[in-house]
């Protein structure tokens, strides 16, 4: 598959690489969707969650560009983290833009960013793919179980996006390894099951109507 998605040109660029560039595309709108509900209201983003989505992509993309990466992958990176940093500066913008933290929010934080400084210093590439996925599934914690409890205040389409995206970039690894596929499964998981309990909470509203 990864093959004939290189080696298929159209306007010059790969099938691969226009699979990261639509990606790119939609995510922004997932982005801006989540934006438009914070600015209405609506959605009120876990700062944890929401930052260290940010931050840990753009730690990533600082490293990528410094090791000399491929272009097209440090894109992916970047985008992944860019979309939650826009979203996180407008919760400080918005008058009550943000969920107020628990215990349980620093706890997961802590460990996150615990995870992620190990994973910076990691020599072996495999061990810092998976420290990375763990940092993430920390800083997503927050935000399932406020999703579980309150649901009115996430936003459906963002995390339909996040599953779209992270679907359509998959055909585009070149190798199935832990070291090229891991996190982007990883993804996928996150973002599907965010997306079904909010979901949840929609489909149980309605039946209240």
Known sequence: M???LTSSL?????FAHWLVLVSAVISFT????????????KS??????WGLWAFAPLIATGAALSANADLWATVRIFIAGFGPLLIFITAFIVKQGFWKLSKFDYICGAISIISLGAWVVADEP?????????ADMFATLPTIVKAWKYPNTETLYTYFVGIFTASIVIPAIPIWNIENSAFQVYLLVANTTLFFIVLRGYLRKLRKL
């Open 10 to 14: 159209y306007l010059g660029i790969s």
């Open 2 to 4: 990864f093959t004939v």
């Open 126 to 134: 495999i061990l810092a793919i998976l420290l990375a996925a763990i």
């Open 30 to 41: 997932g982005a801006f969707a989540y934006i438009r509900d914070m600015v209405r209201g």
């Open 44 to 49: 009120k983003p876990n700062l944890v969650t």
